[in-house]
């Protein structure tokens, strides 16, 4: 998956201020994509803050939520294949356990910091309370760059972390499981590493395995769950199907790649896929042998899009991502790279095209400015990752159910939950956005308030 670098400034939405967020804003002005998080959240649950009963609570509860409930660091020794010591960062932020423990992927990448960590983690509280499963919110991962190391120094390296990470976790206390960076090779190694630390098999500790207590349907979860509400909200919203619909898709990793599949599957073209180098566009659609050779590049080879320039039917256009093509007419957007790739100059070239729909796949890949872009076309349906990308966690507390029971699903079992959980979403959002809300509005104040009356509940 392809990780865009931002800029700081652009991250936080200049038109709106909360005094009650003042505080927050000042400890944390280094931590500017956690603030963007924060601020957007805020922004589409304001009607609650106003709310003349419950307002205050609503304030103080959403503050409460801001600040995780533990924030563990540690080192990570390891050693490459030239015998050569090094020491990177983990982290594991621990934000909310107010509906469940606390469950969010590891994501293994340079850019990875404490403020980006606790982005994740924030937005994954709400997120994971949408999917209706008992699941707090949390976040983890190191500054750790996988990009050319070899299969023996990912092992090393994914034990190392799991040695310092083993003793903040449990099936009842934290679950973490696969981001960028993280697939199942390495959710495996770290599996291993902790089944010979503590002498114990099937306690669920991780998600996103393999044969030792996976689930079927984890890798193409989120994915596929992005295509199926957005197809929900097309179908409700426009009246129409996916049938012919050009469809651009960012980013090379586990959600890019499924999206993709499913999109096919479903009669769409896609138009697009990318990673950090630049991107691939097919002007007719791709194709099923495209889709193949992109998964044999990436999930066998594990090589750049840049390799498959003369083998597919596509055109690789270096140093370009979907949303800066002008002249790539595209009906419906699914980012699902890294956070903030869609910018104010991305969106607008997306609602000049004749875009008609923008469904996250990624955490917070539009950017503040893009965001105001989207709101100020409300005839375009906008999906934001919390209700989008549910699929992936959602698939990951079934994997928990899984291992508690003993038991083992089949794959159709496993996709038809799936459906039902992403239709269960979207009627969750259109509920709460009301007669005159937005869909995006609609997801922000139905998880929230799901984890605000948890709390009430808990006696807080």
Not at 181 to 205: A, C, D, P, T
Request: charged share 25%.
């Amino acid at each position: 998956m392809s990780v865009t670098q931002t800029n700081p400034q652009s991250c936080t939405n200049p038109n709106k201020h909360f005094d009650f967020l003042d505080d927050l804003q000042s400890k944390y002005h280094h931590q500017p994509v956690f603030l963007q998080a924060v601020e957007e959240m805020a922004l589409s649950i304001e009607p609650l803050f106003n709310d003349p009963t419950n307002g205050d609570f609503y304030r103080k509860a959403f503050l409460f939520l801001t600040e995780p409930e533990r924030m563990i660091s540690f080192h990570v020794p390891w050693m490459d294949d030239k015998g050569k010591h090094h020491v990177n960062r983990g982290w594991r932020v621990e934000f909310s356990s107010a509906l469940g423990p606390y469950k969010g992927g590891l994501r293994f990448h340079p850019t990875v910091d404490d403020g980006i960590l606790k982005f994740l983690g924030f937005e994954q509280i709400f997120k994971n309370a949408l999917t209706g499963l008992p699941l707090g919110g949390g976040k983890g991962g190191s500054d750790f760059d996988p990009k050319g190391k070899s299969e023996a120094e990912m092992r090393r390296f994914c034990e190392s972390f799991m040695t310092q990470l083993c003793r903040y976790i449990g099936p009842s206390t934290d679950v973490p499981a696969g981001d960028i960076g993280v697939g199942g090779r390495e959710i495996g190694f770290m599996n291993g590493q902790y089944k010979r630390l503590s002498n114990k098999h099937g306690e669920g500790i991780l998600t996103g395995k393999g044969l030792c207590g996976g689930i079927q349907l984890r890798p193409e979860a989120t994915g596929f769950g992005t295509v199926y509400i957005a197809q929900h909200a097309i179908e409700d919203k426009l009246k129409r199907s996916f049938e012919g619909a050009r469809c651009a898709v960012s980013g090379s990793g586990n959600v890019a790649q499924y999206a993709s599949r499913m999109l096919i599957d479903l009669g769409a073209k896609v138009v697009s896929i990318s990673d950090s180098d630049g991107c691939l566009v097919f002007e007719n659609g791709m194709t099923d042998d495209d889709w193949n050779q992109f998964i044999e590049a990436k999930q066998v080879k594990r090589t750049r899009l840049s390799t498959l320039d003369d083998t597919v039917s596509g055109k690789y256009i270096p140093g370009r991502s979907p949303w800066t093509l002008p002249d790539l007419q595209v009906d419906f957007a699914f980012p699902c790279a890294t956070q903030n790739e869609i910018d104010e100059d991305g969106a607008s070239l997306l609602m000049k095209g004749g875009a008609m729909g923008v469904f996250e796949g990624a955490n917070l890949p539009v950017t503040a400015e893009g965001q105001e872009v989207l709101r100020s076309n409300p005839e375009v349906v906008y999906i934001p990752g919390k209700a989008a990308n549910a699929g992936g966690v959602g698939v990951s507390g079934l994997e928990m159910s899984q291992n508690a029971s003993r038991t083992y699903w089949k794959r159709e079992k496993v996709d038809i939950m799936l459906k039902e959980m992403m239709a269960g979403i979207y009627q969750q959002m259109k509920e709460a956005a009301g007669e005159d809300g937005t869909l995006e509005q609609g997801c922000n104040r139905a998880g929230f308030l799901k984890v605000a009356h948890a709390l009430k509940e808990l006696g807080w």
